[in-house]
């Protein structure tokens, strides 16, 4: 009767941006008479951070305080196509659509900047809010005076559209998976350590901590990006040990129907979390940044898994790994049961659950 | 001072967590009709009878909305990108999972609507039902759909998502040991705090004001209009700020069924789902199935993969043939893995239908690839870390798809990992980096594969 400590290690990568890619997403911004911008983006923040992130990046892009710019996603009336918040693809692909949008936005304040500053727009530049010419940082105009100039004196409106869209990967042959292009916009890595505590008497699986290390290519926002992570770990251990929506299956009755039946991880679940951030920056993502919202959440369960085995000497590759699975586990140990088959080089783990074994019309085997 | 790089606040969060922030629920308009619907109380069966007479005739109801009300009543999420549509807006004559929508009520308040959905006279003859993916094919398995209990239509119509790449027989002849195991993670809901819910408004101009809580706006909006075989100008969709999504707001689940009851009864609609509608009649997380068996060396090396994944879809196909496809590409996990033989079926069973859910397809491979990776490392009384550092994917590895890793950080992310730990790497693993393999880190399994892909 004792409580095991366990240490299991998972390595994993993900995809950017929808699977085989054609996913667009569009942007405009227009500028209002004392610079302030407004940005139309029909990307849904749905807790990700996207109108945060999409502001950073049209404020840097353009070179004003990131306070001067609104962001707009309310409906599809103003805002162009957006495909979606899903696929880790808001701060990459959506993000290098406002990112153009607002490129276009800084050439066309230089253009008119440069009229009325009688000089040409190559040797200005502009940062926080102020058009200065290169070299000469007390030469120059607020980027307000600018704007105003637009509306009222040049006549025009300054906006500026931008479209990302990578193209539709094709199948040269279904047959083999073989595509004729990348299907991800880029792809990120990350890892995870788990360390857990197994209670071999009420079969308890506790995760005490998860040390975890992403490459995000860039990150906009460390903040938010350490949320991800954060957030992600604890779905992931909410997978590892927790939750199921058929707590009795193959019995599909009895399913939870609210927070006090379906186990969804608490306060209480809380491990100690140590998170690295690595920035290998993306060959074309903006700032170099990469998509890791959905990736959060891949790694923890086979290092919970692992850690268990490293524990208490039992693989249970069924999740979650209740206190029932983890006192059934240990009884198979104690009677010797839970040995692989090793038959010449063939080593065969979990036979059991094959589909050679629990079903009748598919065999299927090495 | 730069924004990008920056520890900003979130823009909305001081709203979100001062409780002023609009979500859909908060949007409240003059003349507004609460609808409730009835599902199915049934696995599987088929329809034989069904009068909303009653309900129409009672006082407050303004409007039953029942499948003979919806112009397009199959369309499918992903016929765009070629998946056939196989599930109704509301069920016709069979209902295939347990909470499926059958007829939707709108009356002056919520009560009315309950009252309304109970005033429908229906009648079922239920049929048996299925619940697991390993029994499907079996010859006395309960039948799903007329054309069997696997999605018949991946390109080239193929029953199955193939990867072939290399030569799977001479990588499990030299192999010195051949591991299998089994990996089985669960359905799981998206359980996001904001439950599904929609407020349709008709305009005096004729169009319709949708607010949705999407995570997809125009996604959302073409769903709606296919349904209702209107142009977009006749939609506005309102929403962008979402109380959770986790995937299971791609769906487009309470918004066309809302706009349809709106038109009818030329009143604002709102549907709002109880947590214990989302609990059991929203869609889940799939539960998959997967059966690796790798070809591995003595020191190490991982030489071909042999993979089998069922991917229970539930009822309906929804976004599945796409998660599996996206889980195919993915099926080597964070290595490099030349001989590879994969076959995953989008499987069918009377569960509630299974969509999109965060790292949708790769969050199950990920599970099975690295659990089955320790398994390895312990059967070969390898190093963990060693053993994947090994067959890490480097710049210039091709993926299962033959597509060349252009900046693949796996090594990077191990010896961070190692160095978090005080894991002490011999040296060759500690001097490693991601660049272009040479040396003992390019076996003649790999020189193979690199010299036959041109690279």
Known sequence: ?366 | MKAVGARLPRYDAMGHVTGTTQFVDDVRVPRMLWAKMLRSPHHHAAITRMDTSRAEAMPGVRAVITWEDVPLLTYGHLEALGIPADEPLLAKDEVRYKGQPIALVAAEDVDTAMAGVDAIDIEYSERPALFDVRKAFDSDSAQIHPWGNWYPHFEGEMDRRKIRKGDIDEAFEQADKIISGVYRPAAIEHVPVETQVCLAVPESDGRLTIYSCTQALYFTMGVIAAHLQVPLNKLKVVGGTVGGGFGGKVDTASDTVSALAAMKAGRPVKWRWTREEEFLASSTRAPWHMEIIDAVTDNGWILGRKMLTLHDSGAYARFSPYGVTKHSFHHTGAYTIPNLHFDGYVVFTNRVPTTAMRGFGVTSISFAVETHMSRVANELGMDPYEVRLLNANRINDTSPNRIRYTDPSTVDVLQSLAGAEGVQLEGAYAGMTRDPRSGDLLPDHLVGQLKTEGH
């Open chain 1, 1 to 366: 009767m004792a409580v095991h400590r366990g240490r299991g290690i998972a390595a994993i990568e993900y995809p950017t941006g929808m699977n085989q890619n054609g996913d667009p997403s569009q942007a405009w911004i227009k500028v209002k008479p004392d610079g302030r911008i407004d940005v139309f983006s029909g990307t849904a923040d749905i807790g990700n951070g996207a109108k945060t992130i999409q502001s950073q990046i049209v404020a840097d892009t353009i070179g004003v305080p990131y306070e001067w710019v609104t962001f707009d996603n309310s409906n599809t009336d103003s805002s162009p196509v957006c495909t979606g918040t899903f696929a880790s693809r808001a701060t990459f692909v959506a993000g290098k659509a406002v990112l153009k949008a607002a490129r276009e936005v800084q050439r066309k304040l230089l253009d008119v900047a440069a009229q009325e500053m009688e000089i040409s727009p190559e040797d200005l530049e502009i940062e926080d809010g102020r058009v200065s010419v290169k070299g000469l940082p007390d030469e120059g105009m607020d980027v307000g005076e600018v704007a105003g100039a637009a509306v009222y004196g040049h006549g025009i409106l300054v906006t500026g559209t931008g479209a990302q869209l990578n193209p539709y990967a094709a199948f040269t042959d279904p047959g083999t998976g073989e595509v004729d292009s990348p299907p991800h916009a880029a792809i990120s890595y990350a890892g995870c350590v788990a360390e857990v505590e197994v209670d071999d008497v009420t079969g308890e699986v506790r995760v005490t901590k998860l040390t975890q290390s992403y490459d995000v290519g860039r990150a906009i926002n460390p903040s938010l990006v350490e949320g991800q992570i954060q957030g992600g770990a604890i779905m992931g251990l909410g997978l590892g040990v927790l939750e199921t929506s058929y707590p009795y299956y193959p019995s599909v009755e009895h399913r939870g129907s609210g927070f006090g039946s379906y186990y969804a991880p608490s306060p209480l679940d809380m491990p100690d979390l140590e998170t690295i951030i690595i920035e290998n920056p993306s060959e074309d993502g903006p700032y170099g940044a990469k998509g890791i919202g959905e990736m959060a959440n891949n790694s923890q369960p086979a290092a919970i898994a692992t850690a268990v085995y490293d524990a208490i000497g039992v693989w249970i590759t069924e999740l979650p790994i209740t206190p029932e699975a983890v006192l059934k586990a240990l009884d198979k140990k104690a009677a010797g049961e839970d040995q692989p088959r090793r038959d010449g080089k063939m080593v065969i783990f979990d036979e059991d659950l094959s589909v050679n074994t629990v079903g009748a019309g598919l065999q299927w085997t090495a």
